[in-house]
C-alpha cells in the first residue's frame, strides 16, 4: 500500500472534501448521518449528483469487511497507490471502497441523478476521482 494515511484526522466527515473539491465535482447539500457500523458519513444530494463518503475508523479491518461480502461485479483497483474495490455498479450508481491503512477505509457512494457533466458518464471513473480528493486530503498516519 501507498503510504498509509490518518481517516481519524477528520473529524467531521463533511470535511473530508474541501469547498473547491465540492464545486468541482459539482456536489452540495451536506448532510451527516449514521453508518451501519455507527460511524458518522457525509452525504452531498443536489439535483444532479448525490455523493456519500462514508469513513471507517471503527471496525479496525480496513478493507476486509468488503472483500470479504464481495460478489461477483465487483472490481479491484488503486487510487493513488491505494488498493480499491468498485462494486454495487448497476445503471446511474457505483460505490467504491478505499483502503488508507490495514484498520482504516473509506467508501464513496455515489448516484448520477442527471448527466449534467460530461464526466458525470463514467460513474466508477467518477466515484474514483471523488476518492482520490478525499486522500489528498488525509494527512499520513503516524
Not at 464481495?70 to 445503471?91: C, M, Q, W
Request: hydrophobic share 35%; with cysteine.
Amino acid at each position: 500500500m501507498a503510504t498509509p494515511k490518518n481517516l481519524k484526522a477528520i473529524a467531521d466527515p463533511c470535511q473530508l472534501l474541501a469547498p473547491q473539491q465540492l464545486q468541482e465535482l459539482g456536489a452540495s447539500n451536506p448532510s451527516t448521518k449514521q453508518s451501519p457500523w455507527g460511524e458518522k458519513y457525509c452525504d452531498w444530494l443536489n439535483d444532479n449528483l448525490g455523493v456519500a463518503v462514508a469513513p471507517d475508523t471503527t471496525q479496525g479491518r480496513g478493507l476486509a469487511n468488503l472483500y470479504a461480502n464481495r460478489k461477483a461485479d465487483s472490481e479491484e483497483t488503486t487510487i493513488h497507490g491505494h488498493p480499491g474495490l468498485r462494486y454495487n455498479k448497476a445503471g446511474m450508481s457505483c460505490a467504491l471502497g478505499v483502503g488508507v491503512s490495514d484498520t482504516q477505509a473509506f467508501t464513496v457512494s455515489l448516484t448520477v441523478r442527471r448527466d449534467a457533466k460530461p464526466e458525470y458518464k463514467d460513474r466508477c471513473a467518477f466515484a474514483e476521482k471523488v476518492a482520490g480528493m478525499v486522500l489528498s486530503n488525509l494527512p499520513p498516519a503516524n
